[in-house]
């Protein structure tokens, strides 16, 4: 049983949960994943291990369903069923990469943390472009503080930074500054657009996928994507991927092919927290 140590509530949507897991913790990479489960009959919920010690890891995770809303109900002194991993490659560090610019989109901070807080370690100049949907949707800015040289802000409502998006953003930025790489995690279409600004400025793009998982070892082909034409599973081939190539409209299209069985179990099975 993995033992959860510390949680957090980082805003109304999202939570912070350090859970003892020391094989898991042992072996952990920057870019690497876990899949929890929290009870016998949990469904598998795939998250990126944001930060590991020896014997613990850290995850982040936006309440958004059914399975998300269960892990958030669990507390300090109770346990987890079971936690597998680390899963996925680890991200690939482009050595020549000396100026990155990070950009995160909502809970997208999450699993953009470790591989900026990477390259600032290997002395790669950091800058990270932050958004969400208000001043409390931003994650992690102060941990992001500790290594990262600018941070810029953009949120919809405008309460903090720039309103609008992240892309406006680092648009005025590719006026004045110039970047190796771009680093860009959050929902698809975000990712998507960062990717053809980026493009047009003639800057690199990683993106990290989510793709829905099942066994997350590359045996259900749920998790596939296309790229260049040729089939990848995220699970074991990603979840980063340099973006050029990526058809992120056939993505867009098979993150929703569950939305409704997934509401009918929101509302079938989700009763009231005693
Ligand atoms: C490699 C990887 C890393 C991830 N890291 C994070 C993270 O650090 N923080 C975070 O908040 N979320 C992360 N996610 C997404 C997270 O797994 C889903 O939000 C979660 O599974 C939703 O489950 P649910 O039952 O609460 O919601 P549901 O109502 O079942 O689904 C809500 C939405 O979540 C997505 N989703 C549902 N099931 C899965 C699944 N098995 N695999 C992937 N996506 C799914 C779909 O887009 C779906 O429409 C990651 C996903 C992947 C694949
Ligand atoms: S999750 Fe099954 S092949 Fe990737």
Redesign the pocket.
């Known amino acids: 049983m993995y033992k959860i140590v510390s949680k957090e509530i980082l805003n109304v949507d999202?939570e912070l949960m350090t859970v003892e897991a020391p094989f898991v913790a042992k072996n952990a990479k920057p870019g690497n994943?876990l899949i929890v489960r929290v009870d016998e009959n949990g469904?598998?919920?795939?998250?990126?291990i944001?930060e590991n010690d020896e014997t613990s890891v850290t995850?982040?995770?936006?309440?958004?369903?059914?399975?998300?809303?269960?892990?958030s109900r669990m507390e300090v002194g109770d346990s987890l069923h079971d936690v597998v991993g680390p899963?996925?490659q680890p991200t690939h560090i482009r050595e020549d990469a000396k100026r990155i610019l990070g950009i995160a989109g909502g809970?997208g901070s999450?699993?953009l943390f470790p591989q900026l807080k990477e390259y600032a370690r290997r002395g790669a100049h950091v800058d990270l472009v932050i958004g969400g949907r208000t001043k409390e949707h931003l994650i992690l800015v102060d941990k992001y503080k500790q290594f990262c040289e600018n941070i810029y802000y953009a949120t919809d409502d405008g309460s903090f930074g720039t309103k609008g998006f992240v892309t406006q953003v680092a648009e005025t930025l590719y006026q004045e500054k110039t970047y190796d790489l771009s680093i860009v995690i959050g929902p698809l279409i975000m990712m998507k657009n960062a990717y053809l600004l980026n493009k047009r400025y003639n800057i690199e793009t990683d993106v990290?996928?989510?793709?829905?998982?099942?066994d997350?070892t590359g045996m259900c082909g749920?998790?596939r994507v296309t790229i260049n034409g040729k089939t990848k599973f995220?699970?074991v081939d990603?979840?980063d991927f340099p973006a050029d190539g990526i058809d992120f409209d056939e993505l867009m299209a098979r993150?929703?092919y569950?939305?409704e069985q997934?509401?009918h179990?929101?509302n079938l099975r989700l009763e009231p927290k005693k």
Do not use: D, H, W
């Open positions: 999202v994943f469904e598998r919920i795939p998250l990126t944001v995850i982040i995770y936006q309440k958004l369903g059914y399975s998300t809303t269960m892990l899963l996925g809970v999450a699993p990290s996928l989510n793709p829905i998982m099942i997350g749920n998790c995220a699970c990603g979840p993150q929703g569950y939305k997934e509401k179990i929101c």
